[in-house]
């Protein structure tokens, strides 16, 4: 498998040295786009370290996600900016339409949902990106708006 | 031999010994939760060891668990500081207890209750909101159960299940929805867990308890 060789070779390129670890995990991430359980478990195995310490680490990272990012990776702002007006507002009720937790995928891996800290277009607050673009003046009257179009362009594309 | 000063009384210590066992060992009282007599690195989550020491003219909070003792130091374990600032912490712990002690297989050698009966504390937190998470019980394993709603997170049984080299468990994610747990999850009927069963009794409450069918039962 193509996944498979991609790890080895990342692998290949660092001592087993606990130091090591996380710069490992985050260029997986990078080269796969997300750390499987799998890949938690092969991990865990070149530095000889318990899988369960693994498994802590991914989870403690905001960064890390264990499922595939979503065709449509939602990344709702939450930035100083952003969370004045509400940003964790707009998370909730992405959470809500998707039914799905912040680093979680939907179930037909349509949609993912992140949340990071500023775009740099704070005069627009609150921002969510979707696939590069930047919607803005967020309500979450029009969570479910930016989604019934995307869900739209998706059946016709 | 260092010794120290202990509130007024002169105690003698072994080099490199943390405050709280001289304390505990000579009679002095520190509500502790977390604290492994001899480890390594001492753990340090619970906050119940606070106490106040003397160092260059100034008082300084620390735990006492994980202090080396330095001859002639000064130790203050019953100020109104301290006695504010482990109410707190404790009020913290409980604040996400389920708080069943009637139903409880542990509550015979609970750490909490000992706690706070020996500083007259209710269990009940008073200045928090009770906040326990909605969280499943798992009872996979034959011999004993994981309920995380009563787990304080002092990493006893992840520390002595490191130390037997298998490392099932670990805490997941972080703050609030920080969780012991296994790999992904995983039921611990699914490892291969020699149950030796030290975690449980490592476990200073009841979210490692044993079945009453098996095991050490005595709840």
């Known amino acids: 498998m193509e996944e498979s060789n991609q790890i080895e070779e990342i692998l290949g390129r660092f001592h087993p040295e606990r130091e090591n670890l996380l710069p490992v995990l985050q260029e997986i991430q990078e080269k796969v786009g997300y750390l499987s359980r799998e890949v938690m478990e092969s991990v865990a195995h070149f530095f000889h370290l318990p899988p369960s310490e693994v498994f802590s680490i991914v989870t403690f990272y905001n960064q890390f996600r264990r499922k595939p990012p979503g065709r449509h990776p939602v990344h709702v702002c939450l930035g100083t900016a952003c969370y004045l007006l509400g940003g964790s507002l707009i998370l909730d009720a992405f959470s809500r339409e998707l039914q799905i937790k912040k680093g979680d995928t939907t179930e037909d891996g349509n949609f993912g949902l992140e949340s990071t800290a500023c775009f740099g277009c704070c005069n627009v607050a609150p921002v969510v990106k979707i696939n590069s673009q930047i919607y803005p003046k967020m309500t979450p009257g029009t969570v479910e708006e930016v989604l019934i179009n995307l869900r739209d362009k998706d059946k016709k594309g | ?219």
């Open chain 2, 1 to 219: 031999m260092p010794s120290l000063i202990i509130d007024g009384k002169e105690i003698k210590a072994d080099p490199g010994e943390k405050i709280l066992w001289v304390a505990l060992r000579s009679g002095i009282y520190i509500p502790h939760l977390c604290a492994t007599e001899g480890a390594e690195l001492p753990f340090g989550g619970c906050r119940l060891c606070l106490v106040e020491v003397e160092i260059g003219g100034r008082r300084e909070m620390i735990p006492a668990c994980a202090e080396p003792v330095r001859e002639q130091m000064r130790v203050y374990t019953q100020t109104e500081k301290i006695a504010k600032m482990r109410r707190t912490a404790f009020e913290l712990i409980m604040s996400d207890h389920h708080i069943d002690c009637k139903n409880c297989a542990k509550r015979k050698t609970c750490e909490l209750i000992r706690i706070s009966s020996s500083l007259k504390w209710s269990l009940r937190p008073k200045k928090l909101r009770s906040l326990v998470r909605d969280l499943p019980i798992d009872d996979s394993h034959p011999l004993f159960s994981f309920d995380p709603k009563k787990c304080v997170k002092c990493a006893k049984c992840i520390r002595v299940c490191q130390r037997l080299e298998n490392s099932f468990l670990d805490f997941a994610y972080r703050g609030f929805e920080m969780v012991l747990t296994t790999f992904d999850h995983r039921p611990l009927s699914s490892l291969r867990c020699e149950s030796c069963l030290e975690c449980v009794k490592v476990c200073p409450t009841g979210a490692l308890f044993p079945k009453e069918s098996g095991g050490t039962a005595d709840g």
